[in-house]
């Protein structure tokens, strides 16, 4: 008997690449994950309650920031191929950021 795992990835493993989606973030614990990849923050809008984590992973090809609009919310500084960055907001707000090396990839934090 295939176990229901196995037979997901089997699934997936049989599909074209052009239909299967890029990972999508999951929170773990009372932290939050943001992809940086093709360019893009994944997802480009979060939100969070006050207190949790969010963290920053790079899986992308080049480096990248996660830098608050304003420059002085949050500023990850450079966050190499693989690495990650996190970040604890305590005030509420919404917070939109930019990869400074790529002001093209904007994202949007809600913290409630």
């Known amino acids: 008997m295939t176990s229901p795992t196995a037979a997901i990835f089997a699934l997936l493993l049989a599909l074209p690449a052009s239909q299967v989606s890029a990972p999508v973030p999951v929170r773990a614990g009372s932290g939050h994950v943001i992809l940086m990849d093709k360019f893009k923050f994944q997802p480009a809008v979060l939100t969070v309650a006050a207190g949790e984590t969010v963290e920053w992973k790079n ?20 966050i190499e191929t693989g690495a990650s960055w996190r970040v604890t907001l305590r005030k509420q707000g919404t917070f939109d950021y930019i990869c400074t090396l790529h002001p093209n990839m904007k994202g949007r934090l809600i913290v409630r």
């Open 59 to 78: 899986a992308g090809i080049v480096p990248h920031t996660a830098t608050s609009q304003d420059g002085k919310t949050f500023d990850s500084g450079q």
